[in-house]
């Protein structure tokens, strides 16, 4: 059975499942280059289509994530287009009114906003914006269409459901197990939790009150930066903060929302979430809020699983939505005594829930013990010699760089020891937001000073954003404190760091707390990476690299050599000596 999986709001993709198993998954914003780029994957379907052209021909079932979708967010594409001032004149246009008494018209408050022809719909043809009937029929039409399946073979799936299928399988754990999905929205929902047995996901218990995610979006905007994106500086930030700042922002969380029992509790009728913190956060320290909505998020979530885990009896945890990329949480979560494994999903936010939506639909129709789990990361498309050599004749290349063929592991390393940055691509992309040695920018982990070269020549981000570290699975136990055995290969949970880690891997830790969000590298998974580290540590004694992602501030990983000029070479801030493109070393001309 081959079935597609799909999603078509913010952070879309597609998805393509051939008897039980994930071949390909791929991310519109790769085509498009636009971060978190939303609506029908047009781009991303032609990809794969190119790619598998048999298998598109004989597509059983397009099972789509998320039954009930905004009219308004199709409309404006507001998560991939919007800025920070763009969500602050929607407070005031739209939010603040209704706060108000008032009654706005979204569309024609946001009018400057609007263009239909975003998400390759044809939205003109709904009478009402607020019927999601209409929508849905207008997106099953449009699927049915442009991949000439018949109506009756597009599904669509609970958005949370998505989640929970997706998390349980891209772990290795099979046995009974708890699955939380944590999120903003979806499907009239931001949290559920499910159970796992004999190989069938059933939902136990969902809410629309575990408002965590919409807390820290507008905890996010409040603090002048881009919500939905940036959300992960906040987590960042949090560590700077004193423990006596915390102290009284961390009322005002508190005072919005408590666990009670197996629920999640309001503690007050809060009709604009953004308003509200604007008013009883105005004159706190930015790191003090930072600090308080981050403990607030670890409290909340970490009594809650806690609950669970001892009601229910199952030890064994996963965590899935987009709150699960809290990786802070997460930590303290794995700490409990309740708990005896915990998996973060490979890909936790909405990126993953065409994967998922595919695997719900394969459980419902087939045998669920032939659904196979994911075991790889590197499920987005490669790129061949011609793209290669499409970069390597760029005019700019040949200007400024040497070109040397069959460069090896250990030259890489080399120049890696010198203290130098390597721009490395090879292969198949990563799916998700983690650069996972596919497409990194690497550097030597030992010297801090490495941190702000990175930050201010090449990713022009934020000076207090740690970097993390790929390290050898040989050398897991000598820098990570990991008691329970838990899976890091995809770089989705936080660690203490060992001693040995904080003198050799200071450049890829957290700078003020010394956790690590590690990426453990095994040679089967990935031998061409695993080699370039061991070679590292040969010449250094050290077996990790500070790893981040090989892209700029605010654009998408990279997906062909080219995207690499254009983006990163061409970008007037930038300056980057070395890259490679799997074999081919490209190296900046000595002046």
């Not at 890091?488 to 010394?514: C, E, G, P, W």
Request: net charge negative; aromatic share 10%; glycine share 6%.
């Amino acid at each position: 059975m081959i079935i597609l999986g799909l999603h078509d709001n913010h952070s879309a993709t597609v998805c393509l499942l051939v008897d039980g198993i994930v071949i390909a998954v791929a991310e519109e914003e790769r085509y498009t280059r636009i971060k978190m780029d939303s609506g029908f994957p047009k781009n991303a379907i032609d990809s794969l289509r190119n790619q598998y052209p048999e298998e598109f021909s004989k597509i059983d079932y397009v099972a789509v994530a998320c039954i009930h979708q905004s009219f308004n967010d199709f409309a404006t594409k507001r998560y991939p287009k919007f800025k920070i001032k763009d969500f602050l004149v929607e407070e005031k246009r739209y939010w603040l009114p209704i706060l108000n008494g008032e009654k706005p018209n979204y569309l024609e408050v946001m009018k400057d906003y609007v263009d239909y022809s975003n998400c390759h719909y044809d939205l003109k043809k709904i009478n009402n914006p607020k019927d999601s009937n209409e929508l849905l029929e207008l997106r099953k039409s449009h699927i049915s269409n442009y991949l000439n399946v018949s109506e009756d073979k597009v599904v669509f799936v609970d958005h949370h459901l998505a989640h929970a299928h997706h998390g349980y399988y891209s772990s290795s754990i099979r046995e009974d197990t708890l699955i939380f999905t944590i999120d903003g929205w979806g499907d009239h929902a931001n949290a559920s939790i499910n159970t796992i047995r004999d190989g069938k996901i059933n939902c136990i218990y969902k809410t629309d009150q575990f408002n965590l995610g919409r807390i820290y979006h507008f905890v996010t905007l409040l603090l002048g930066m881009q919500p939905e994106q940036h959300e992960y500086k906040v987590m960042g930030l949090a560590a700077y903060a004193k423990e006596h700042y915390i102290e009284e922002p961390l009322k005002v969380f508190e005072g919005m929302y408590k666990i009670d029992g197996l629920t999640i509790k309001p503690l007050l009728d809060i009709t604009n979430h953004y308003q509200y913190l604007r008013r009883e956060l105005e004159g706190y320290r930015f790191d003090a809020i930072a600090g308080a909505v981050q403990r607030f998020t670890e409290n909340i979530l970490t009594e809650w699983v806690r609950n669970w885990t001892l009601e229910t009896g199952l030890s064994k945890v996963i965590l899935t939505g987009g709150v699960a990329l809290n990786i802070k949480a997460s930590k303290i979560i794995s700490e409990l005594d309740s708990i005896s494994n915990i998996h973060v999903a490979i890909a936790s936010g909405d990126e993953s829930i065409s994967i998922g939506a595919a695997q719900y639909l394969w459980n419902e129709s087939q045998n669920p013990m032939l659904l196979k789990p994911i075991d790889s990361p590197y499920l987005g498309q490669g790129y061949n010699s011609e793209d290669i050599n499409e970069a390597l004749e760029h005019p700019f290349v040949k200007q400024h760089y040497d070109i040397v063929e069959n460069c090896s592991s250990k030259d890489i390393a080399e120049i890696l020891a010198r203290g130098e940055i390597v721009a490395y691509m090879q292969g198949r992309m990563e799916f998700g937001p983690r650069a996972l040695g596919n497409r990194s920018i690497l550097a030597s982990p030992v010297d801090t000073g490495i941190v702000q070269v990175i930050n201010t020549a090449i990713k022009n981000r934020d000076f207090w954003m740690p970097f993390t570290p790929s390290i050898l699975d040989e050398f897991a136990d000598e820098y990570i404190v990991n008691p329970k055995n838990i899976d890091a290969r995809y770089m989705t949970m936080a660690f203490n760091s060992t001693d040995a880690a904080k003198t050799n891997l200071r450049a890829a830790i957290h700078q003020v707390d010394s956790t690590l969000r590690a990426q453990i590298v095994y040679k089967d998974l990935n031998p061409n990476y695993h080699d370039i580290i061991s070679e590292f540590s040969k010449i250094t004694g050290v077996g990790a690299l500070l790893n981040t992602s090989l892209n700029i501030h605010g654009k998408p990983i990279v997906h062909k050599p080219i995207d690499v000029i254009d983006e990163i070479l061409l970008h007037p801030l930038v300056e980057l000596k070395y890259f490679v493109f799997d074999k081919y070393l490209i190296s900046l001309k000595e002046s």
